[in-house]
């Protein structure tokens, strides 16, 4: 699904379901906290933040009629905390300074190849230059020991994710319900759904999908 665009899920709203039998106390006080999360850096630095925020924006747009996931800052909070894997793939570093590295290195070659830091590059021309980074083609020396290709898939598409999807803003763009407990899901084959979540289906207009 397009995140700039429709979500087959347009009137569902995960935050409904707060005070029911679906979530427990550990799991509204989970969720009251990301829902909290300050949108300011804490472990960045500014300018890290900056470049940060401009690159979730071109790996997940978001569109403007929707909630916004504070991408960013989830993903500040959780190196601030070190709430992280807790492992590393070689060469990277671990995962704090693997993201510092990878922003600086990421911004140098911005400024080396366009003249002008990656978050007041054109979206154009910054996909051009993540695309470059996904295959390996570029080769800073700031980059170094890792690589920008290793960075980009052991990073960024993995961490951007994680911290979208952490979020119930997400949850009720894909209808999904929540954390399973206390109520739990019952019905796990494909194609069925608890009586409890959102469904979506398709319309009179082929290719349009409401919620019930």
């Not at 978050?119 to 993540?130: F, G, N």
């Not at 960024?156 to 979020?167: G, R």
């Amino acid at each position: 699904m397009n995140h700039a665009g429709m979500s087959p899920y347009p009137n569902y709203d995960v935050l409904a379901k707060r005070d029911s039998l679906s979530w427990n106390d550990t799991t509204r006080d989970v969720i009251a906290k990301r829902l909290a999360v300050p949108r300011v850096p804490r472990f960045f630095t500014p300018e890290e933040w900056r470049v940060l925020d401009a690159l979730c924006d071109r790996i997940l747009p978001q569109a403007a009629d929707r909630p916004q996931v504070p991408i960013a800052a989830l993903l500040d909070t959780t190196l601030l905390t070190g709430d992280t894997q807790g492992f590393r793939v070689d060469p990277l570093p671990y995962d704090q300074d693997a993201w510092r590295h990878g922003l600086k290195a990421l911004d140098s070659e911005a400024q080396t190849i366009y003249g002008a830091p990656f978050q007041v590059l054109l979206p154009a021309t910054q996909d051009e230059l993540l695309k470059r980074a996904q295959t390996g083609d570029l080769h800073n020396p700031a980059w170094r020991p890792m690589t920008a290709s290793l960075f980009f898939e052991k990073r960024i598409l993995v961490d951007i994710p994680a911290m979208y999807y952490s979020h119930p803003a997400s949850w009720s763009e894909i209808g999904f319900g929540g954390p399973a407990g206390p109520r739990g899901y019952v019905r796990m084959e494909l194609n069925r759904r608890d009586p409890w979540e959102a469904e979506a289906f398709v319309s009179r207009n082929p290719g349009t999908r409401h919620v019930r």
